[in-house]
C-alpha cells in the first residue's frame, strides 16, 4: 500500500469539514474516524490542531453559534425592533436550522457552557433577541423569559419538522409564522 500524500491542513479546514460530515450524516457521527477518512489522513495527524474530538466539538460549538449569530444579525440589520425584527430573527434561526441540520446540534450542546467563547457567542445571541423585544416593554426577568419562550418555539418546531413531526398536508412555514405571530400577539399584550 503507498503511502499517503501529505496534505497541509489548518484547523479552519478541519472544521469545514467536520461542519460538512455534521450536516450529512448527523453531529453524532463526527468521529476522529469519519473526519480522518473525510480528509484523507490519519486520525492521528487531527491531534496536531485539537485536543482529540472533545477539542473538535468545542470548536463546532463555537463555529456554530457564531455562524447562527451572524446568520441573525444579518436578518436584524435593517429592521425596526419589535415585530420585524422578531419575525426576521425566526425565519433566520429556521433557515439556519434547516439548512445546517447537524452543525445546529452542536449549537445547542455546546460541549462546555462555561466555556468563555462560548458563553460569548450565546450572550451576543441573547443580546440581539433582547433588543428585538424591546418595545415590547418588558422587565428585564420577564424579558429573558420571554427569550426563552421564543428560542423553545423556534427549536421545537425546528426539531419536529427535521424529525418529521409534521405529518398533516399544511405549508409549514406558514404553521411557523402564525405561530411566531402568536408569540408576539402574546409580548404585545
Known sequence: MSPRPKIALDKNQIIQAATELAN???SENVTLALLAKKLNIKPPSLYNHFEGLPGIKRELAIHSLEKLYN??????????????????LSHAYLSFARNNPGLYEFALSAPDPADGTVHHYG?????????????F????DEAIHAVRGLRSLMHGFASLEKKGGFGMPLNLDESYVLAVKSFIRGLQK
Do not use: M
Open 123 to 135: 450572550e451576543k445571541i441573547v443580546n440581539l433577541v433582547l433588543a428585538a423585544i424591546l418595545p
Open 137 to 140: 416593554g418588558l422587565q428585564q
Open 24 to 26: 450529512e450524516q448527523g
Open 71 to 88: 446568520n441573525l444579525a444579518g436578518a436584524a440589520k435593517g429592521k425596526s425592533p419589535g415585530d420585524e425584527a422578531v419575525l426576521g
